[in-house]
Nanobody, 114 residues
Framework: QVRLAESGGGLVQPGGSLRLSCVVSGINFRVAAMGWYRQSPGRERELVARITTFGTNYADSVKGRFTISRDNAENTVYLEMNSLKPEDTAVYYC?????????WGQGTQVTVSS
């Protein structure tokens, strides 16, 4: 059974940092393409960052501030978020696509506010 479990969200001031983690089970993690998405109230869920065996890609809004990485020994994908802005406030979801199926974690809330 595929499971994705996010953690690491919270309340942070503008300019601050957070690191999100997503522990994955039930898949061959080493070759899996993994992603982080986010959704804020009234908006569509959007891709934030993605990591595959070929590299990484980012939404323009987070380039230079966020870094996605993975630890294959721990079956974990990370999202390091720096220079956070109020518009980064959202629920962040870990994402794994496989064929016609898409798997999501339960989400972790990130709130950027003074």
């Amino acid at each position: 059974q595929v499971r994705l479990a996010e953690s690491g969200g919270g309340l942070v001031q503008p300019g601050g940092s957070l690191r999100l983690s997503c522990v994955v089970s039930g898949i061959n993690f080493r070759v899996a393409a993994m992603g982080w998405y986010r959704q804020s109230p009234g908006r569509e869920r959007e891709l934030v960052a993605r990591i595959t065996t070929f590299g990484t890609n980012y939404a323009d809004s987070v380039k230079g501030r966020f870094t996605i990485s993975r630890d294959n020994a721990e079956n974990t994908v990370y999202l390091e978020m720096n220079s956070l802005k109020p518009e980064d406030t959202a629920v962040y979801y870990c994402h794994f696509p496989r064929g016609t199926n898409v798997y999501w974690g339960q989400g972790t809330q990130v709130t950027v506010s003074s």
